[in-house]
């Protein structure tokens, strides 16, 4: 009658829409039992939250308390979750979470120490966001997460760093019409004083002035994060971009090193990246041929997108007013389409 | 078989979360949190819903018997099993015996 799993002797499998609640109220538990305080973002609790359309989610994502991260992380492990393939490729930006996947579930769990966009230090945005936390019930459980404007702020972020993607496009129009009528004075200026608060001032900008929050913190970011959320934003899709980025900020004694790692990276997240890669060494060796080949075709633009704007290890006002201008009228775009 | 008639009341476990679509019930035992989800559907799906609320081995099997036009001997053995299983799961508890 009973069926042990997604991988039971019947062969049943779990869908998506069946594990990711699921796994919202097992890692609320996993967490609740280690003292460990734990927020979910993004998923189905946007749609709850009425901050996106209901689809279907690919995985978890959970920002957990960063003094905790290795904690938490340790104990999914301790139940049989891992990091399949660990990511050892460049970024423009200090990569967020990690990816966990457990053989008796068809999905993964996003643990996130930090989320892109917020600029603050990580605890400190955790704190903003946890002292406005709530709970969503999930498959008959109450499971935590940031309130409407905290996950406002989450979602909007996570559209605006993909603006050209038709997916971020629908998501901002959706939240700013959604948004647009729902929030008051009072509100408006509680959303822009939390992304003063998070350090997302400017680069939630293009958004908070869509729906007409008052302009609080504007050019507080630092020169140097702006640009890298700049980059990272007129990027998508273009995974040179990173490494072109990492060379530039680094010594030029440390370059061959990281060029020969670009250029090959581990075996396992080539043949993740391509699946149908032939097996064995010839196999490897053709695919790393065929991810050389692309990142070359990639590299005029990714070399356009990352020299073309000053270096900016230094914050200075003029700098962040000319980048900010940039970002803003880049994302502005995505959020109007 | 000495079980199969005793006055057990049977309920669901506190400690589960559980997701329901298109009949077919996917329930986690949460205090196990390295166990796999367990997948139930027809029958099992169908005492699932009935234990919603507690209630005893004896009303589980009449009314399992009920819904398939069967005598409740048929069944009993069937039902009791069952139970015993979702038991090991972690998903329901006997709760002692009715009066």
Redo the contacts between chains.
């Keep these: 009658?009973?069926?042990?799993?997604?991988?039971?002797a019947t062969g049943?499998h779990?869908?998506s829409?069946?594990?990711i609640?699921?796994l919202h109220?097992?890692v609320t538990?996993?967490a609740e039992?280690a003292g460990i305080r734990v927020l979910f973002i993004k998923g189905p609790i946007l749609a709850m939250q009425g901050l996106r359309p209901e689809r279907q989610s690919v995985d978890v994502d959970v920002l957990v308390d960063p003094s905790r991260f290795e904690e938490m992380q340790q104990r999914l492990r301790?139940?049989?979750w891992r990091i399949e393939v660990p990511g050892t490729g460049a970024h423009v930006m200090t990569f967020h979470s990690k990816a966990y996947r457990h053989d008796?579930?068809p999905c993964e769990i996003d643990v996130h120490d930090r989320f892109p966009g917020f600029f603050a230090d990580p605890q400190d945005v955790f704190e903003v966001l946890w002292a406005r936390r709530t709970t969503a019930a999930?498959?008959?459980?109450e499971v935590p997460c940031p309130d409407i404007l905290g996950n406002t702020a989450v979602a909007a972020l996570h559209a605006l760093r993909d603006p050209s993607y038709e997916r971020s496009r629908r998501d901002l129009a959706f939240m700013t019409e959604a948004l647009g009528e729902a929030l008051d004075q009072g509100q408006l200026r509680e959303l822009a004083e939390l992304a003063v608060a998070t350090g997302a001032a400017d680069t939630l900008r293009p958004f908070l002035d869509a729906i007409g929050a008052p302009k609080l913190g504007e050019g507080t970011t630092p020169a140097k994060d702006l640009e890298a959320w700049q980059i990272r934003t007129s990027s998508s899709g273009v995974k040179t971009v990173a490494y072109l980025y990492q060379l530039r900020h680094a010594r030029k004694r440390q370059w061959p090193p990281m060029l020969w790692h670009a250029l090959v990276l581990t075996e396992a997240e080539v043949r993740k990246a391509q699946p149908d890669a032939a097996p064995g060494a010839w196999g490897l060796f053709e695919a790393r041929v065929r991810r050389l080949r692309r990142g070359l075709e990639d590299l005029p633009r990714a070399a356009r997108i990352v020299w073309r704007r000053q270096p900016a290890d230094e914050p200075t006002s003029e700098g962040v007013a000319r980048q900010r201008a940039t970002t803003s009228g880049a994302n502005q775009k995505a959020v109007r389409a | 078989m000495s079980d199969v008639l005793t006055n057990s009341v049977w309920r669901r476990s506190g400690d589960i979360a559980a997701v329901e679509q298109d009949d077919r019930i996917v329930a986690l035992d949460l205090s196990s949190p390295a166990a796999p989800p367990v997948v139930l559907e027809g029958t099992a799906a169908m005492i699932w819903h009935l234990l919603a609320e507690e209630d005893s081995e004896v009303r589980l099997v009449g009314l399992v018997a009920r819904a398939f036009r069967v005598h409740p001997l048929h069944v009993r053995a069937d039902v009791h099993a069952f139970l015993l299983h979702l038991n090991d799961l972690g998903l329901v508890t006997r709760s002692g015996e009715l009066p």
């Design positions: 009658m009973a069926t042990r799993g997604s991988n039971g049943q779990l869908c829409g069946e594990a609640p699921l109220s097992l538990r996993v039992d301790e139940i049989g008796n579930w999930i498959a008959g459980r």
